[in-house]
């Protein structure tokens, strides 16, 4: 949770990327891997192929950005929210949280008056990569990660009851208090 401060307009941004980022990761503490991959709505997305995507969406900011390492095929969107048989969680997170140690170094140390390619977005008839400042990706990635963070709520909430707050004291290993008592299976 990124509570109230004075911060500079890069490491507020910066700071509501990481608690988005914390979110979606929390959201997979204390599942087995057979839960993670749970459907429990009426669309495809489970907490596994939320995880995935949000790997894929770092990747190409580092991409993007330069760090050719992170390269991905056309295809990969269309495969970004679903896990083959070997993307385990275990796998899943462990890519996380190393994709996100890298893109949170590049986001830290960016200027946010550069320019960098974004996209293709074909889904928004947006065939082409097109530049933008880097603030305006900054941004993007808060509305995205909060989106999906909202969304692995839900299936969390369904999968077993566990709610977002709960799960963060949990992670943080924080007491809890008269609003909400860390999460436990």
């Not at 992170?70 to 970004?80: M, V």
């Not at 097109?130 to 999968?159: N, S, T």
Request: glycine share 8%; hydrophobic share 35%.
């Amino acid at each position: 949770m990124y509570l109230p401060q004075i911060d500079n307009a890069r490491d507020t941004l910066c700071n509501y990327l990481e608690a988005q980022l914390d979110g979606i990761r929390a959201s997979a503490y204390g599942l087995e891997d057979t839960q993670a991959r749970q459907t429990p709505l009426r669309s495809a997305l489970s907490i596994s192929g939320i995880i995935k995507h949000i790997i894929f969406c770092m990747k190409g900011s580092l991409s993007g950005a330069g760090h050719h390492e992170h390269d991905q095929p056309e295809d990969a969107f269309n495969k970004s929210f679903t896990p083959s048989d070997e993307e385990t969680l275990e796998k899943l997170l462990a890519t996380f949280d190393s994709v996100r140690a890298e893109y949170m170094t590049m986001c830290r140390q960016g200027d946010l008056e550069s320019t960098l390619p974004v996209g293709p977005m074909p889904w928004f008839n947006m065939n082409e990569p097109r530049e933008a400042k880097l603030r305006y990706l900054y941004v993007h990635h808060v509305e995205e990660f909060a989106r999906h963070a909202g969304h692995a709520d839900i299936i969390r909430e369904q999968i077993d009851g566990a709610k977002a707050g709960e799960l963060m004291l949990a992670v943080e290993g924080l007491p809890g208090n008269d609003f909400l008592s860390p999460w436990e299976k």
